[in-house]
């Protein structure tokens, strides 16, 4: 009976089976009755106590298996005890919650200060007050306004110091002033995205390579901001292959970007290509086209459909000949792309009042001088004043501005030089003048005396257009001779449209002048 009781008591586990019965098996077999039972006992005290010793490490390895290994009593005791728990986290919803909470706070603030949000859902904002104000006090520091902002309030997206700050010290180094940072962004504030290795970089070398020398850059840039977000391989890269194309002059490229660098945004198919074939179809041979592109790049920038052809056509309406459209507009390029009726009717009303000019008249002195459209009244007054002043009747006057319009913008004291010579060194009469009024295009120190006197001492008698409508070679032909063949007399100097297409010296193109496009403003 003791014996199974004892088996009984033995089997509290497998683990205590396995760790505590190899000590036992080493107890002695032979004992006597007394010390069996004595033995006998302490053995079960012992079992005992370790089996009361096990059942308790069981039952607190059992309550803390239960709080860790069970998720879903983890996350209700969460629940219960709260956020202030040790373990707590917030859930995707709580998270979601708050990003949403920030950023209606974000919003409250912009419209606080005028700026409409609505475009900047989805958009990834500081999450706080303080740092969306500090983008906003940035902005206007460099000068933009609210409207700026609301025109395109995807700048706010921008971090001050990961793209605002790169962005615009590499336009520093450059050499783009600060003074003009300001209208650089209102016109492409694009640019706060870019990336200076991937987006700008690029873009810069490609200009260099155009031949836009490295000072020039921030000229080109300042003037269009737009070019740093095109493709190298698409639209600049075809305007300027077609403008080789069509003869401009590789080496003049450069020059003729870093003065309307618009081009590199055009489109070949829709803007230029249809410009310069207009051209052509009003006479203009394709090679006079690059030339005028040459010298006046920015005529790319008249619209075909809503300046250049209305203006054509009002030449027309104002008696200019077709034939003679080509020459008017190789001689002026920018009356294609003024706003051109206005002019007209102001200039021929003037002329009409002054020297009773007839429209057919007007025509032509548009046709030989067509600068006379943004020629300014006053100017035009004195030198009318001046002619009638000479003793010239208002019919001779008149004769000789439709003659040569050039009279009306000429210096006024070089003119008063040449008519003062005019009349004591060569003695000629006034008729003289009437019909040859060019003479006053003349430089007198150049051409007019020099000539008088070679003529005179050979003592031959000529008209001022024998005289003076020549080149240098041809007048020194001419003084070979003994008689003068009247059929050599030439008419009055007209524009001639080969002058476009003659070979240009080695250092046409390069250096411009801004200026040179209001010779007769």
């Keep these: 009976m003791k014996i199974r009781c004892y088996a009984g008591i033995t089997k509290p586990s497998f683990l205590l089976a396995h760790s505590e019965l190899p000590a036992l098996t080493s107890l002695k077999p032979e004992f006597d009755s007394i010390s069996t039972l004595?033995?006998?006992?302490?053995?079960?005290?012992?079992?005992?106590?370790?089996?009361?010793?096990?059942?308790?490490?069981?039952?607190?390895?059992?309550y803390k298996d239960s709080s860790v290994s069970n998720p879903n009593t983890t996350r209700l005791g969460r629940r219960e005890r709260g956020s202030s728990s040790l373990y707590s986290r917030p859930s995707l919803l709580?998270?979601?919650?708050?990003?949403?909470?920030?950023?209606?706070?974000?919003?409250?603030?912009?419209?606080g200060i005028g700026v409409v949000p609505d475009e900047l859902d989805g958009l990834e904002l500081p999450v706080t007050v303080e740092v969306m104000r500090e983008r906003v006090d940035f902005l206007h520091n460099l000068g933009l306004t609210i409207e700026d902002i609301n025109n395109y309030p995807l700048?706010?997206?921008?971090?001050?110091?990961?793209?605002?700050?790169?962005?615009?010290?590499?336009?520093?180094?450059?050499?783009?002033?600060?003074?003009?940072?300001?209208?650089?962004?209102?016109?492409?504030?694009?640019?706060?995205?870019?990336?200076?290795?991937?987006?700008?970089?690029?873009?810069?070398?490609?200009?260099?390579?155009?031949?836009?020398?490295?000072?020039?850059?921030?000229?080109?840039?300042?003037?269009?901001?737009?070019v740093l977000g095109f493709k190298l391989e698409g639209t600049m890269s075809?305007?300027?292959?077609?403008?080789?194309?069509?003869?401009?002059?590789?080496?003049?490229?450069?020059?003729?970007?870093?003065?309307?660098?618009?081009?590199?945004?055009?489109?070949?198919?829709?803007?230029?290509?249809?410009?310069?074939?207009?051209?052509?179809?009003?006479?203009?041979?394709?090679?006079?086209?690059?030339?005028?592109?040459?010298?006046?790049?920015?005529?790319?920038?008249?619209?075909?459909?809503?300046?250049?052809?209305?203006?054509?056509?009002?030449?027309?309406?104002?008696?200019?000949?077709?034939?003679s459209l080509a020459s008017v507009v190789a001689q002026y390029p920018e009356i294609i792309g003024i706003d051109l009726k206005p002019k007209l009717l102001g200039q021929q009303s003037s002329l009409k009042s002054v020297i009773d000019l007839e429209p057919e008249d007007f025509g032509r002195v548009v046709e030989k001088m067509p600068q006379?459209?943004?020629?300014?009244?006053?100017?035009?007054?004195?030198?009318?004043?001046?002619?009638?002043?000479?003793g010239f009747s208002l019919e001779q006057v008149r004769k000789?501005?439709?003659?040569?319009?050039?009279?009306?913008?000429?210096?006024?004291?070089?003119?008063?030089?040449?008519?003062?010579?005019?009349?004591?060194?060569?003695?000629?009469?006034?008729?003289?003048?009437?019909?040859?009024?060019?003479?006053?295009?003349?430089?007198?120190?150049?051409?007019?005396?020099?000539?008088?006197?070679?003529?005179?001492?050979?003592?031959?008698?000529?008209?001022?257009?024998?005289?003076?409508?020549?080149?240098?070679?041809?007048?020194?032909?001419?003084?070979?001779y003994d008689t003068i063949d009247m059929e050599e007399m030439e008419s009055l100097p007209s524009f001639d449209m080969n002058t476009l297409t003659e070979p240009r010296s080695d250092d046409s193109g390069s250096d411009y002048d801004d200026d040179s496009d209001d010779d007769y403003v």
């Design 38 to 62: 004595c033995n006998r006992e302490k053995l079960i005290g012992l079992i005992t106590r370790c089996q009361y010793s096990v059942s308790g490490r069981r039952s607190e390895s059992s």
């Design 94 to 111: 709580d998270m979601k919650n708050e990003r949403m909470e920030n950023r209606a706070r974000v919003y409250d603030f912009l419209r």
């Design 238 to 323: 075809t305007s300027v292959a077609y403008l080789v194309g069509i003869g401009v002059a590789r080496r003049e490229i450069g020059g003729v970007l870093t003065r309307y660098p618009e081009i590199l945004g055009m489109r070949v198919g829709r803007v230029i290509k249809p410009f310069v074939e207009y051209l052509e179809a009003l006479g203009i041979p394709r090679l006079g086209v690059a030339r005028l592109i040459e010298k006046r790049p920015h005529i790319l920038g008249f619209g075909l459909e809503e300046r250049v052809k209305p203006n054509v056509q009002s030449l027309l309406e104002f008696c200019v000949r077709e034939e």
């Design 155 to 226: 700048v706010l997206g921008c971090s001050v110091k990961k793209n605002m700050i790169p962005v615009l010290d590499y336009l520093g180094k450059l050499g783009v002033r600060k003074s003009t940072f300001t209208e650089f962004l209102r016109r492409y504030p694009q640019v706060l995205h870019a990336s200076v290795v991937i987006d700008l970089s690029p873009v810069v070398k490609y200009l260099q390579g155009m031949d836009i020398k490295p000072d020039d850059i921030p000229r080109v840039l300042e003037k269009y901001p737009e």
């Design 372 to 390: 006379v459209v943004s020629l300014s009244d006053r100017p035009m007054m004195k030198h009318v004043d001046f002619l009638k002043n000479c």
């Design 400 to 480: 000789m501005v439709v003659g040569c319009p050039q009279l009306l913008a000429l210096n006024l004291d070089i003119m008063k030089f040449s008519f003062d010579f005019f009349q004591t060194e060569m003695q000629r009469p006034l008729d003289d003048l009437v019909a040859f009024p060019a003479f006053f295009t003349y430089g007198l120190e150049s051409t007019i005396k020099p000539r008088h006197k070679m003529v005179s001492k050979k003592g031959l008698k000529c008209s001022l257009g024998w005289l003076l409508n020549c080149s240098d070679e041809k007048f020194a032909q001419r003084m070979d």
